[in-house]
RNA sequence: GGCGCGCUCGUCUAGAGGCCUAGGACACAGCCCUCUCAAGGCUGGUACACGGGUUCGAAUCCCGUGCGCGCUGCCA
């Protein structure tokens, strides 16, 4: 029997969620979620930055959005706290004291340091395997440092105090990690406690292969939010790096994630970020995704284009015709713009090519008379009255549809005309079309 | 430099000695569908880093080389 799982993340307030970070939080959180254990956040602020109330916001945004809802830690509470670094002083204090009365401790310049035993020390992963690492020798491995002499306290020790003191089970984190679990080790072997299992993640890469940062394309997550990705589909992308479920599926429900989810089956090789990927996801999620759903993220992006689209029931029927359009949230404004704008703007291109052309105007003043005495007004009967249209006149159907697309939008692209003219009626597509004969006639 | 980890199509990956003339997905190209753009369907391309072993047989095991990355800090 072996107790409850207890996960943590614990990252650093730098001012925003790094991706790597993102996915490290994912992994910890789909553990702890596949096990019924309990998620852990913890703040790592520790050194001179102080507590920066902006940048904690920045993790707790990103790890909201992307739905990774943590039991315990940092803005919720639990039996461990504090769960800011800044505020545990006291505690680190009471374990210095241990290895203090242990004579693990000594002065150097003003900082502490802790006093390797030189022995060999195995590492056990649940990734990686076992590791062995010889410390023997001080020259490649000289005693960490723990404090600083100005009493600031250094990562390995804290980190691993924390740790003891949260009861954390599982250490699953960057790759980066790997080479400095050893120390860690000594550690918890020198406080008499038995260390967690260890689960070190591959690192995340720019395409080419350099190492992911701060400024690099996507490496925020709060630049997904601001392009309008749907969160569900970085998460479904984050999950495929380093992990897979092994029978080829890609685009699985979080559920099944979870379901599935093992730590033995994540690689250990780096992955590549492939940001053409997960934007192809994104619209996968998006053409998925219930209407409703798909106008609770579209309207705050049409809200900030300052479409004026009147009630949310006025809206809905045009994001019908246009979700499986959209890839990137932030494209639905230009999308729908036409059926909420009369006065919307001609693209030059769509002009050139759809009015311009021979007897293109003259074809516009025919659809209007056809439109004019069609009976019914439905997508179906418009589609009957192109076709009768095209036939009589010995046109192909796109010799119309064309022209009348770009009068009735101002774009040579949209959603299916038929269904466009229905849900623009047929006062205002009529007028449309006239307007534009008469502004392209002189 | 030392130590550690890794190396399958451009990218993410499947593959745990024979099922692999290496499968899927993204991207790319062509075709089909079609009122446009997408979506969808079909087809295509020069992927097991290299060299030695072990074995009847290796992408899969072992050793070396190379390359990449990480750690080596009073950064996290």
């Not at 009861?167 to 260390?195: C, M, W």
């Amino acid at each position: 029997m072996s107790s409850p799982v207890r996960v943590r993340f614990a990252p650093s307030p730098t001012g925003f969620l790094h991706v790597g970070g993102a996915r490290t939080a994912l992994f910890n959180w789909l553990h702890a979620r596949h096990t019924g254990g309990t998620f852990v956040l913890r703040i790592e602020d520790t050194d001179r930055e102080r507590h920066n109330e902006e940048a904690v916001r920045a993790i707790y945004d990103g790890l909201h959005w992307l739905g990774l809802d943590w039991d315990e830690g940092a803005e919720k509470g639990g039996d461990y706290g504090p769960y800011y670094q800044s505020e545990r002083a006291p505690v680190y204090e009471r374990y210095l004291k241990i290895l203090q009365d242990k004579d693990m401790i000594y002065e150097d310049a003003g900082a502490l340091r802790f006093r390797s035993p030189r022995e060999t020390v195995t590492v056990h992963d649940e990734v990686c395997g076992s590791i062995p690492f010889d410390l023997s020798n001080p020259g490649t491995h000289p005693d960490m440092t723990v404090r600083r002499p100005d009493g600031s306290w250094i990562f390995h020790f804290v980190n691993v105090v924390d740790d003891i003191e949260m009861k954390i089970t599982h250490v699953i984190r960057g790759e980066d990690h790997l080479s400095n679990t050893p120390k860690h080790v000594e550690l918890y072997q020198a406080f008499g406690v038995e260390p967690p299992k260890f689960a070190h993640l591959p690192l995340i890469l720019n395409p080419d292969g350099s190492k992911m940062s701060k400024r690099d394309t996507g490496a925020s997550v709060q630049s997904y939010i601001e392009q309008g990705y749907a969160p569900e589909a970085v998460r479904n992308y984050l999950c495929l790096l380093g992990w897979s479920p092994k029978d080829n599926r890609e685009i699985l429900p979080i559920e099944e994630i979870i379901n599935i989810f093992e730590l033995k089956n994540i690689n250990r090789r780096s992955a590549g970020f492939d940001l053409d990927k997960c934007f192809w996801m994104n619209g996968q999620y998006l053409l998925q995704m219930p209407l409703e759903r798909f106008a609770d993220f579209s309207i705050p992006f049409i809200d900030q284009a300052g479409i004026n689209y009147g009630t949310r029931e006025a809206l809905l029927p045009a994001l019908a015709l246009v979700k499986e359009k959209v890839k990137h949230l932030t494209d639905v404004p230009a999308w729908i713009e036409f059926f909420f704008n009369d006065d919307y703007a001609y693209d030059q291109a769509s002009v050139e090519k759809a009015l311009r052309a021979d007897g293109a105007l003259e074809r516009l003043h025919v659809i209007g008379d056809c439109l004019t005495r069609l009976e019914l007004w439905t997508a179906e009967s418009l589609e009957s009255a192109f076709k009768a249209l095209a036939t009589t006149l010995g046109l192909k159907t796109a010799a119309l549809v064309h022209p009348a697309r770009v009068a009735a939008t101002g774009r040579s692209v949209g959603p299916s005309l038929y269904h466009l003219l229905e849900l623009l009626g047929r006062d205002r597509v009529l007028k449309r079309l006239t307007r534009t004969r008469e502004k392209f006639t002189a």
